[in-house]
């Protein structure tokens, strides 16, 4: 492993935060393992896509607008990343740890022989070796990995784990040979859901509701206006989401999604370690439940005990007051 | 339509649990084992095909874990699984996400099958490139994250979740599916199916079985296991009884700003 490429997501050229972070983190890490920091980026908008990331530190990115990209699942991402790699040589690759991320990881890691740590929140270099920090049972141990000597490796990164920060001389750009292959899987349709939502990996605020609200209203009336007010998004537990009160993509914990942001407001949360785990890594969590004793006030920093009805809508106005 | 559905076999989700600090090894002594929960999922859906396709259809349920494990996997069969295979070998032991999925994929090639439904995520760890792994190896088309899946012709119509919404697929068969937790949930087993389980057939494999070119466990794994710890332990903060709704929110206020949250 010299040098270090990353997996580019996104839609017709609309990228996600974690992507910067992966540029920023390559170039960290290909300095310390002496190589270069490389970008793959795929599929309509791939171009456009380039030309902004840009702006951050890497050396050449890999673009290809091939429209099989965008109209069969998967399979041409994993050729071409074969392709890329094998081209730029002995590399540990950066993949974003989402949905399709995790199947590209799965798959790219048989083509190249690769070991993989997933879910990954540190990377470092110890002696050339790669060691790999990510948490595991849910959160319940942090395990460090080493990726074993070997031409490539896998990481799957956790969104918000390194800084975004831009910088460098600006890449080369260079186009990606199409590999000769036909493709079984395909595509009829690609529909996007709860678009324009602050993605809720990403956030710096998640306000979440759980079962004690009551009904589907709640979210939107009482919660939605607390997340704007905070800039931030509003989540939901398992309950909420099985009782069909918001969209599944909305479900924080076991079961669903893990978050880490700053702030982590649960309202009517009971705290089961089905949801625990998806969101105790947060920076700093409050509380508002009618029982003092629910067990989320175990690991919140603060609990208060009240009516979430009367104090939601308050607590609004004192930060609207407040930003003036 | 012969599908193969493939479970793992993990720690009861609501116990807590510990690495041995000597073998860096999950503690399973004294935490029962049950099914990964995710893998029902998946089991309900080659369950659900199964019905719908007819015939000779049949689910076969395989696993891959230590032999005292052997018969949880009666709970698959007793949800309705026709019968199962299990390969254990103390050999596995320490195999990582590489040497586990490459074991896997030789166990499935003795087995005949049309599609292969993956659980999505396991419970214990949550790596999720499995799947994928197993799909390369085994040269199937691979569509995860399904939340619906239609008999469509010679293949399958599957929606499947996406990071942004969701998308229409069509796959040729033989193929690999995963299943998301959307697909719908998993039937109870009936005290009919718990009885009739006993009598089915659980066949089991070791690695003397397969034909494997590489070494698994902890040699034949690409990655190790170097260091653990509990996360930062995060204490139990302050309890504010709220008298009415100003006071509950002055409170949170004050300390978000304390916090320079606000």
Redesign the interface.
């Known amino acids: 492993m010299k040098h270090v490429i990353i997996y580019v997501?996104h839609?017709q050229g609309e990228t996600r935060k974690v992507t910067f972070e992966l540029a920023t983190e390559a170039r960290r890490l290909a300095d310390q393992l002496g190589g270069e920091a490389h970008a793959v980026v795929l599929g309509a908008g791939a171009a456009e896509l380039a030309g902004r990331l840009k702006a951050y530190p890497l050396d050449t990115i890999h673009v290809s607008e091939d429209r099989d990209v965008d109209a069969f699942?998967?399979?041409p991402v994993?050729d071409y990343l074969q392709v890329a790699a094998t081209a730029i040589g002995p590399s540990l690759i950066l993949i974003p740890n989402?949905?399709?991320g995790?199947?590209?990881?799965?798959?790219?890691?048989?083509?190249l022989?690769?070991?993989?740590?997933?879910?990954v929140v540190e990377v470092r270099v110890e002696d050339g070796v790669v060691?790999c920090t990510s948490?595991?049972?849910?959160?319940?141990?942090?395990?460090?990995?080493?990726?074993?000597p070997?031409e490539y490796?896998i990481a799957?990164i956790r969104p918000n784990s390194f800084e975004a920060t831009p910088g460098g001389a600006g890449a080369a750009v260079v186009p990606l040979e199409k590999p000769a292959k036909s493709y079984?899987?395909?595509?009829?349709?690609?529909?996007?859901?709860?678009?324009g939502e602050l993605a809720l990996e990403e956030a710096p605020?998640v306000v979440a509701g759980g079962r004690g609200l009551g009904g589907p209203e709640p979210f939107e009336t009482l919660l939605k206006p607390l997340a704007q007010a905070?800039g931030g998004t509003v989540g939901a537990s398992r309950a909420a989401a099985d009782a069909g009160w918001v969209p599944?993509?909305l479900q924080i914990g076991?079961?669903g999604k893990t978050v880490t942001p700053?702030?982590y407001?649960a309202v009517g949360i009971s705290g089961a370690?089905q949801h625990k785990v998806g969101m105790?890594?947060s920076g700093?969590?409050?509380a508002?439940n009618k029982d003092?004793a629910a067990p989320i006030?175990?690991?919140?920093?603060?609990?208060?005990?009240?009516?979430a009805?009367?104090?939601?809508?308050?607590?609004t106005?004192?930060?609207e007051n407040?930003k003036g | 339509m012969k599908i193969v559905v493939t479970v793992k076999l993990v720690p009861d989700?609501?116990a807590?649990?510990?690495?041995d600090p000597q073998t860096k090894r999950?503690v399973r002594s004294g935490v029962e084992t049950v099914l990964n929960?995710?893998d029902e999922y998946a089991l309900e859906a080659g369950l659900q095909l199964k019905e719908r396709a007819g015939g000779e259809s049949r689910v076969t349920v395989f696993s891959m874990a230590p032999e005292p494990l052997k018969e949880t996997l009666r709970k698959a069969l007793a949800m309705g699984a026709d019968d199962a295979a299990f390969l254990s070998d103390t050999a596995l032991e320490g195999s990582?996400?590489?040497a586990t999925?490459y074991a896997i994929a030789h166990a499935l090639r003795k087995l005949d099958f049309d599609l292969l439904i993956v659980g999505g995520l396991t419970?214990?760890?949550?790596?999720?490139?499995?799947?994928?792994?197993?799909?390369?190896?085994l040269g199937l088309?691979?569509?995860?994250?399904a939340r619906k899946v239609e008999i469509a012709g010679e293949g399958l119509?599957v929606e499947r979740?996406?990071?942004?919404?969701?998308?229409?697929?069509?796959?040729?068969l033989p193929?690999l599916l995963t299943t998301?937790?959307?697909f719908g949930e998993p039937r109870y087993a009936s005290l009919k199916g718990i009885m009739g389980a006993k009598k089915k057939t659980i066949a089991s494999m070791s690695l003397a079985d397969l034909t494997l070119e590489q070494p698994v466990g902890t040699s034949g794994?690409?990655?190790?296991?170097?260091?653990?710890?509990?996360?930062a332990a995060?204490g139990?903060?302050?309890?504010?009884?709220?008298?009415?709704?100003?006071?509950?929110?002055?409170?949170?206020?004050d300390?978000?700003r304390e916090?320079k949250?606000?």
């Open positions: 997501e839609r699942l998967l399979d994993v989402t949905l399709s995790r199947d590209v990881a799965g798959r790219l890691l048989v083509r022989a690769a070991g993989i740590v997933a879910d060691l948490p595991k049972l849910g959160g319940a141990l942090t395990t460090t990995c080493a990726l074993r070997a490796g799957t079984a899987a395909a595509v009829e349709r690609d529909v996007e859901e709860g678009a605020v905070l599944y993509n076991q079961t700053k702030l407001i370690i105790r890594a700093t969590i409050v508002i003092p006030a175990e690991f919140s920093d603060l609990m208060v005990a009240g009516d009805f009367r104090i939601v809508p308050e607590l106005k004192l930060i407040a | 989700p609501n807590e649990k510990r690495i999950l929960p995710y990582d996400v590489w999925a419970d214990d760890s949550s790596t999720g490139a499995v799947p994928g792994a197993l799909a390369e190896h088309p691979c569509v995860t994250n119509e979740e996406t990071d942004a919404g969701y998308q229409t697929v069509r796959t040729p193929a998301a937790l959307t794994s690409k990655t190790e296991l170097r260091s653990f710890a509990p996360p995060r139990k903060g302050r309890t504010v009884e709220a008298a009415d709704g100003l006071a509950g929110a002055q409170a949170i206020f300390f978000l916090k949250l606000v």
